[in-house]
């Protein structure tokens, strides 16, 4: 009987669920008015939940022995110890990230996620009505934020990260220029030679440069570099959003750190901090700071090992069919593009119908949804056997999709025909 009720109740969840995708009344089309984490909350709970770009692994390594130490962090670490803790998190933390952010003209505010640390910047720009170039695509719950405060956004191809010659066509047209780098959802991310030339270009033309670098442990060794250091130098005004969610298992419990270069800055960011956190907590500073330690140890592969086995994984259970993966080959995430008349949403729902959850690419083009139609954005840090269960999945729907196109194709042919 018990078990008859439980089906019944995860049969009415995925009802719900599903309908998360579809306009009512809609038959094959993106719902463009739900947000992607409204997409992403009603499959937390699915075995094969690949929406969300949170880390849902396992604990590996020294890792495990770690977490065994959990109790005896929160008995033994509290607010006596907050100081110390924070100056520990950001020591590890920038010794992992290979910046020079420690000392100097650099101050740090830690924030409980990323998206606070962006709610606070939003903020800060509304009360000086600047305007803001913003990274395309990118996750809406940025462009969200800006337009909440009103705050007016230019789109900024994110081939910026690549040729910062681009910028030179709207530059007049915003006072903040805000990055995303690695980019969520593809994984592109600038360079030395790059980065030097878009902080030349902020600071020539007093644009407050914002840099996004959430996943920035997803970037290959040729693209870890100084970029504190680098801005610093070059008289770029910075702020970084830093975020630790991305990269350690922590049940989500994680810290992001908001770092600019620009003292009166900093001290206007901190006013608006004190209405929203008093601070972060010791144990979970604590948590973090035994965590990056193995990362500091393993030089990342843990980390890094487990995207790259399962985008490999997944790349060979598409290969031949209507998807491909289009994201750099470093990242956390897998942007995959579509071939052919299917579109993200037809594509969204048939793996929905197999168990398998993904997020359709046209919210990530926060400007011109459409543009995304032909693209789903697929998580890749989830332990080995899940996901490859998953990934199997997204092959069977894949290639019958395939099938599908190649019959209306001969059936057209024939048509034409006659």
């Known amino acids: ?118 709610e606070i910047i939003a903020n800060f720009l509304r009360q000086r009505r600047m305007k803001v170039g913003l990274l ?21 191809s994110e081939r910026v990260l690549t040729d910062p010659g681009m910028l030179e066509a709207g530059f007049d047209k915003f006072d903040v220029l805000f990055l995303v780098s690695p980019n969520n959802p593809t994984g592109l991310c600038y360079d030395l030679t790059t980065l030097k030339r878009i902080g030349e270009f902020c600071r020539e033309r007093a644009i407050l440069l914002i840099i996004d670098a959430s996943f920035r442990f997803y970037r290959p060794p040729t693209r870890m570099f100084d970029e504190y250091g680098l801005l610093n130098e070059i008289g770029t005004e910075f702020i970084f959003v830093e975020d630790t969610g991305k990269t350690w298992p922590t049940h989500d419990l994680k810290v992001s750190i908001l770092s600019c270069n620009n003292v009166d800055l900093h001290e206007q960011l901190q006013q608006i901090r004190y209405d929203f956190i008093l601070h972060v907590s010791p144990f979970i500073l604590k948590l ?42 470093h990242a956390s995430i897998a942007w995959l593009g579509i071939e052919g008349p299917c579109d993200a949403y037809s594509l969204v729902k048939e793996m929905g119908e ?33 996901f490859q269960g998953a990934a199997v999945q997204i092959g069977i729907v894949a290639k019958a999709a395939l099938t599908q196109n190649r019959h209306s194709a001969d059936m057209a042919d024939i048509g034409a025909g006659e």
């Open 1 to 118: 009987m018990r078990r008859n009720v439980n089906e019944q109740r995860d049969g009415e969840l995925r009802s719900k669920t599903a309908a998360c995708f579809t306009r009512e009344g809609a038959d094959n089309s993106v719902d463009l008015t739900a947000k992607l984490t409204e997409l992403e909350v009603p499959h937390l709970i699915e075995d094969f939940n690949l929406t969300d770009g949170h880390i849902h692994r396992g604990w590996a390594g020294r890792e495990v022995q770690v977490i065994a130490r959990v109790a005896d962090f929160f008995r033994n670490y509290s607010r006596e110890n907050q100081k110390e803790l924070e100056k520990e998190f950001l020591t590890y933390f920038h010794l992992l990230s290979a910046q020079s952010a420690l000392g100097g003209n650099v101050r740090h505010l830690l924030c409980t996620s990323a998206s606070m640390s962006i």
């Open 136 to 156: 395309e695509p990118c996750f809406d719950n940025i462009a969200d934020i800006f337009r909440r405060h009103g705050i007016s956004l230019t789109a900024i």
């Open 354 to 386: 197999q168990g398998v959850f993904v997020l359709p690419g046209n919210q990530f083009f926060w400007n011109d949804p459409e543009r995304g139609s032909q693209y789903l954005r697929v998580a890749l840090t989830r332990d080995r056997d899940k």
């Open 288 to 329: 973090l700071c035994e965590l990056i330690k193995c990362s500091i140890e393993d030089k990342l592969f843990t980390v890094q090992s487990l995207a790259a086995d399962n985008r490999e994984f997944l790349e060979q259970q598409i290969e031949g069919t209507i998807l491909c993966i289009q994201s750099e080959q």
